[in-house]
């Protein structure tokens, strides 16, 4: 199956994703918080809703990078190089700032419809412009310009990002008021993460530059 990437390459991205999914950010404080104020089932409703603004946003940046690759592959090498910045931008911006995590746990005066918390968690994701530029800048630094199927593995690649993050998402959800108190009382936790997120995507950046620059 052409579409799906060599070893060395899922292995890698499978290190990304997992950095990715344990960073607090605006889509695990909306389910973890829905999930203490409502109960797992809204949890999981929000936290699937994140999802399914991830396979729009696959979809547009498969479609597009494929686009800018048929018109210009030196256009493509830029967006890598761009893409290699923004990665040391986060890591910078996780060390200096740090995660937020803000979340109000306290019972809502009318709980939310499954419905309404996965249109939440479809706009929290959809909307975001900093998930759309991450996931232009992310996922291209996985693939090549002179790869035959291009389209293919940057869409397979987003569906495996999904895949992964969907069940330790789970995890937290059934887990919420340890994971949350972990989080908010223990700042050393989120230190690490944030160590983490800035050394796992420092890599990536000086990787894609030295690749480059061969």
Known sequence: ?????????????????FVLTITPGPDMTLFLGRTLSEGRAAGMAAMLGAASGIVVHTSLAAFGISALIAASPQAFFALKIVG?????????QAIRGGSTFKLDAKAAARPHSLLSNWLTGLGINLLNPKIVLFFVTFLPQFVSARDA??????????????????????AMILAADRFAAALKRRPKVMRAIDWLFASVFSAFAVRILLTQGR
């Open 149 to 170: 199927d291009v389209t293919g593995k940057l869409f397979f690649l987003g569906m495996f990002f999904i895949v992964l993050a969907v069940p330790m998402s789970i």
């Open 84 to 92: 290699a910045g923004y990665l040391v931008y986060l890591a910078i």
């Open 1 to 17: 199956m052409a579409f799906i990437p060599d070893l060395p390459t899922l292995l890698a991205f499978m290190l990304a994703a």
